[in-house]
């Protein structure tokens, strides 16, 4: 069934899309865009003489201050994105009717094209030449006769012609009409092959065959669309016996959170400043959309179990992730609860406060997610799923985005696609760009910014490896002070520290970190690109 599985999350996301582009926040960012791309023209049509030079520098800021004004946009979506991870998906009906998947057998009729026009007979009365009158006729019949004689050959001719064009014509109509008739058969033996499956799908979904329980709600799982970043990868199994459905979910890792709390414009500088965003308020936050994601997640097997297939639920939220401590790649469980449809279903999840709901279900939530301090699994996803199977219930796991994203990963992509993105945004951007140097820590640019005035020399760092600290801002700020350079660009894949925005802080230097970027590809670049960790064994 992945084919159906495939279908549902296309439509699912595409429904998704184009709610969230009727939101007033993504107006409200549009707007802001739209008057900042404005005040960046006008700055750019100014003339060059001293009284509009200071027309051109007055509009440059105001071009500054709405970037700014667009990247706290971008923020408070983003965040509204978050905040609302529950709520978003009550308004959704995530039962899937089967029958619905059906398409109907309908087939184009046949059309011949200019094959089932046929050429018109040659007719003898266009040919025949006209009777004699005056000269002619006196001139006698003989004229007249060897005037026939050649029409008639002419005729004779057109239509031996024509005859052979036309059993030809009849010859290749038949043929296109057999092609027709076998791609037909084909295509509708197609339709009633898969309307059948449809069929054996859905009976064995409603008669609680476990392997099709398991594959049901993974398209109930698959079709529920996330904001970026967000991985959508699970393990499902079912105990029969029981009706026990059992979830293992892999949690967003915090990066997710924008480390970002207000961009300023300081116009003596000429800086685009970032206001880090508080430890405190990143893991209360982080905890939220744990428990968010964890009731919605419930939520939508039980508002698409139409069928009581499922009488208890078990949900093991996970995270796979790199300790920044001790650089290993690690896998904890931060979230763990077990629950029954019926208690559940009474809930009003309008109205609830996502992490004391949680606690009044008796799961178990990390108090300090963003330390990666795990909880006891409430059950042992492993130990059930070996159950299941012994019991004849179905296991499967399902990477929802690995099936269908084609979205470039900017993890795993080569070194020289890797710089060649950055290249090309910078480019976009306003910046001149040449060949990169490469370290042992990433790659490095030279770059130059023509415009007059506010221009000059650009470092630019690039990282993909662990997130940036204090010691690599002061890094690039003493090669900004080395090249002589008027600013200075780090893009850190794999995040930015606290640390390292209190380092800059009144310094030329701008930090971009893995979902910046991601960002300013979209909007520069047209690229959707996404950043996602292979899995890794343990170093």
Same mark, same amino acid.
């Given at each position: 069934?992945?084919?159906?599985? #495939?279908?549902?999350?296309?439509?699912?996301?595409?429904?998704? $899309?184009?709610?969230?582009?009727?939101?007033?926040? =993504?107006?409200?960012?549009?707007?802001?865009?739209?008057?900042?791309?404005?005040?960046?023209?006008?700055?750019?049509?100014?003339?060059?003489?001293? $009284?509009?030079?200071? $027309?051109?520098?007055?509009?440059?800021? $105001?071009?500054?201050?709405?970037?700014?004004?667009?990247?706290?946009?971008?923020?408070?979506?983003?965040?509204?994105?978050?905040?609302?991870?529950?709520?978003?998906?009550?308004?959704?009906?995530?039962?899937?009717?089967?029958?619905? %998947?059906?398409?109907?057998?309908?087939?184009?009729?046949?059309?011949?094209?200019? %094959?089932?026009?046929?050429?018109?007979?040659?007719?003898? #009365?266009?040919?025949?030449?006209?009777?004699?009158?005056?000269?002619?006729?006196?001139?006698?019949?003989?004229?007249?006769?060897?005037?026939?004689?050649?029409?008639?050959?002419?005729?004779?001719?057109?239509?031996?012609?024509?005859?052979?064009?036309?059993?030809?014509?009849?010859?290749?109509?038949?043929?296109?009409?057999?092609?027709?008739?076998?791609?037909?058969?084909?295509?509708?033996?197609?339709?009633?092959?898969?309307?059948?499956?449809?069929?054996?799908?859905?009976?064995?979904?409603?008669?609680?065959?476990?392997?099709?329980?398991?594959?049901?709600?993974?398209?109930?799982?698959?079709?529920?669309?996330?904001?970026?970043?967000?991985?959508? !990868?699970?393990?499902?199994?079912?105990?029969?016996?029981?009706? /026990?459905?059992?979830?293992?979910?892999?949690?967003?890792?915090?990066?997710?959170?924008?480390?970002?709390?207000?961009?300023?414009?300081?116009?003596?500088?000429?800086?685009?400043?970032?206001?880090?965003?508080?430890?405190?308020?990143?893991?209360?936050?982080?905890?939220?959309?744990?428990?968010?994601?964890?009731?919605?997640?419930? !939520?939508?097997?039980?508002?698409?179990?139409?069928? =009581?297939?499922? !009488?208890?639920?078990?949900?093991?939220?996970?995270?796979?992730?790199?300790?920044?401590?001790?650089?290993?790649?690690?896998?904890?469980?931060?979230?763990?609860?077990?629950?029954?449809?019926?208690?559940? =279903?009474?809930?009003?999840?309008?109205?609830?406060?996502?992490?004391?709901?949680?606690?009044?279900?008796?799961?178990?939530?990390?108090?300090?997610?963003?330390?990666?301090?795990?909880?006891?699994?409430?059950?042992?996803?492993?130990?059930?799923?070996?159950?299941?199977?012994?019991?004849?219930?179905?296991?499967?796991?399902?990477?929802?985005?690995?099936?269908? #994203?084609?979205?470039?990963?900017?993890?795993?992509?080569?070194?020289?696609?890797?710089?060649?993105?950055?290249?090309?945004?910078?480019?976009?951007?306003?910046?001149?760009?040449?060949?990169?140097?490469?370290?042992?820590?990433?790659?490095?640019?030279?770059?130059?910014?023509?415009?007059?005035?506010?221009?000059?020399?650009?470092?630019?760092?690039?990282?993909?490896?662990?997130?940036?600290?204090?010691? =690599?801002?002061?890094?690039?700020?003493?090669?900004?002070?080395?090249?002589?350079?008027?600013?200075?660009? %780090?893009?850190? %894949?794999?995040?930015?520290?606290?640390?390292?925005?209190?380092?800059?802080?009144?310094?030329?230097?701008?930090?971009? #970190?893995?979902?910046?970027?991601?960002?300013?590809?979209?909007?520069?670049?047209?690229?959707?690109?996404?950043?996602? /960790?292979?899995? /890794?064994?343990?170093?």
């Amino acid at each position: 069934m992945g084919i159906i599985r #495939d279908m549902q999350r296309v439509h699912a996301t595409q429904t998704a $899309e184009a709610q969230r582009a009727n939101t007033a926040a =993504a107006q409200q960012r549009d707007l802001i865009r739209r008057n900042a791309d404005l005040a960046i023209a006008a700055a750019q049509q100014a003339a060059s003489d001293a $009284e509009r030079q200071r $027309e051109q520098r007055r509009l440059y800021s $105001e071009a500054r201050t709405a970037d700014a004004a667009a990247a706290n946009a971008d923020v408070r979506a983003r965040l509204a994105d978050l905040d609302t991870l529950l709520l978003s998906t009550l308004d959704v009906d995530d039962h899937i009717d089967l029958q619905t %998947l059906k398409k109907p057998i309908a087939v184009p009729p046949f059309d011949p094209g200019p %094959l089932g026009r046929p050429v018109p007979e040659p007719v003898w #009365d266009r040919y025949l030449p006209p009777q004699p009158r005056g000269v002619g006729k006196i001139l006698g019949d003989r004229l007249y006769q060897q005037q026939t004689a050649g029409a008639r050959r002419n005729y004779e001719d057109a239509r031996a012609r024509w005859s052979e064009g036309e059993q030809t014509r009849r010859r290749r109509l038949a043929a296109r009409r057999r092609a027709y008739d076998e791609s037909k058969r084909k295509y509708e033996a197609k339709l009633v092959a898969y309307n059948a499956e449809v069929d054996r799908f859905a009976s064995a979904v409603a008669s609680a065959d476990p392997a099709s329980v398991v594959e049901y709600f993974a398209m109930v799982l698959g079709n529920s669309v996330y904001p970026d970043n967000f991985p959508q !990868h699970f393990r499902l199994a079912y105990l029969p016996k029981q009706r /026990h459905l059992l979830i293992e979910y892999h949690l967003p890792p915090i990066e997710v959170i924008p480390v970002v709390k207000e961009y300023r414009y300081d116009r003596v500088r000429d800086d685009l400043a970032a206001i880090p965003r508080d430890q405190a308020e990143i893991r209360r936050r982080y905890v939220e959309i744990i428990a968010q994601v964890t009731l919605r997640t419930v !939520h939508e097997i039980v508002e698409a179990d139409r069928g =009581a297939l499922v !009488h208890q639920i078990s949900f093991n939220g996970i995270v796979d992730t790199i300790d920044r401590r001790t650089g290993r790649f690690v896998r904890p469980c931060l979230v763990s609860l077990k629950t029954d449809r019926d208690t559940f =279903a009474a809930i009003k999840l309008r109205r609830v406060d996502p992490v004391a709901c949680l606690t009044y279900l008796q799961g178990v939530l990390s108090a300090t997610p963003d330390e990666l301090n795990g909880v006891q699994p409430v059950i042992d996803f492993d130990r059930a799923a070996d159950r299941a199977d012994l019991e004849g219930g179905g296991t499967e796991e399902f990477n929802v985005l690995a099936e269908i #994203d084609e979205r470039p990963n900017l993890v795993t992509m080569g070194e020289d696609a890797w710089e060649q993105t950055l290249a090309e945004l910078f480019s976009v951007m306003g910046l001149q760009i040449g060949a990169p140097t490469r370290t042992g820590q990433g790659a490095r640019w030279l770059a130059t910014d023509p415009r007059p005035v506010f221009g000059g020399p650009v470092v630019v760092y690039a990282t993909r490896g662990d997130s940036a600290g204090a010691a =690599a801002a002061h890094s690039l700020a003493g090669a900004v002070v080395a090249a002589g350079a008027t600013k200075g660009i %780090l893009v850190a %894949l794999g995040g930015v520290d606290p640390q390292a925005y209190e380092a800059v802080a009144g310094r030329p230097l701008e930090l971009i #970190d893995g979902p910046a970027l991601v960002t300013l590809l979209a909007k520069y670049c047209g690229l959707k690109a996404r950043i996602e /960790h292979p899995e /890794h064994a343990e170093a």
